[in-house]
């Protein structure tokens, strides 16, 4: 009998293909799930004008946790256009579905791990090991933004653009969001040997709203002795990974930081195929790729799985089975150290369904 119901949310693109392999690799592990597919993504929004149908809600409110692949979100261009031909709400409504997600169920959590495999080619060093911890229901991602007049009004009626106009997005840091975000790092660390949590953010120039944050984070920063703290203005840390990726360690910050700085440690250990991230609250999860839904190698099975395959392991460890995630953690070290089967980020010419093989197969080993 399965012991877990888990929403299974593909989404589009080549979210399909990635969700595939990590179900390839999640039976060849031994582990044991009923998954209820789930709609979400583009499809649903161009038919229904819902990216998130109320029923995805309530599946999601009945299972374990969720694992999402990706979606394709609306290009700004396109909501424009319905602005000017009398879709006005359509194209004021769009909200990302994944940012709904997390704001609906409080998944205040997102963690990025970002961990060198030994012999991947993309490293940029090797040994590198970090974890990012992102605020994911605040800051400049709340959704209150004041739009400018579209270009394509101007452009329809042949005239200049007035450039008075402008837009504005409120960001929203509170001292309570703050601070479960940054005790959700510094907790991370003593659970798993870390020895240093740094907070970053621009409190020099985003004096109130930086502030709040920093504030928390000091004070949570105190009921953790054994734990290093350190702070770093988002700017200088980005140059500062570059330079030396090694100094750092766990890193908190807030939503739109944390969404940038994310990728950029991802980027340090093998780019897109190997970023993936969980989207955590108190009582629920969702567990994805960083990637999006990368249109122009949809449904040719030649992407890389590797990222969706940890995300995988990372819902296996926060749903307790951590033998089955260290299992799948060391068949996809052993894969690419191997270098054998490689999809062409990698520069080899392996399919994504070949490269889950291979994961399942040192599985076995
Ligand atoms: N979480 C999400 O669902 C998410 C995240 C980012 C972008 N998006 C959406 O996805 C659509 C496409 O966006 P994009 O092209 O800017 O970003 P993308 O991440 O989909 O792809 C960008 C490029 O990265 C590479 N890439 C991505 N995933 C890869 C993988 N698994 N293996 C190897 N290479 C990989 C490809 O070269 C691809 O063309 C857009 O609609 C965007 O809004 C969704």
Redesign the pocket.
Known sequence: MPNYRIAWLP?DG?GVE?CQAARTVLDAAGFQAEYLPGDIGWEFWRTEGEALPVRTVHLLKSTDCAFFG????KPAKEAARELVSGLQDKGLSYRSP?VRMRQLLDLYVCLRPCKAFPGNPLNYREGIDLAVFRENTEGMYIGVEYPRVPEIFYQQAGMERIPRTAAISLRSITPEGSRRIVKAAFDYAVKNGRRKVTAVHKANVLRATCGVFLEAARQVAGEYPQIAFDEANVDAICMWLLKNPHSYDVIVTTNLFGDILSDLCAQLVGG??FGYSGNIGERYAVF??????????AGQDK??PL?TILAAKMMLEWLGEKDKAAAIEQAVAAVVAQGAVR?Y?LGGSATTSQMAAAVAAALGR
Not at 288 to 297: I, L
């Open positions: 989404g080549i990635v990706a979606i394709t979100s994944i897109m195929g994805e790729p960083t990637h999006g839904s990368a249109p122009k190698y992407v890389n990222a999809t980020d």
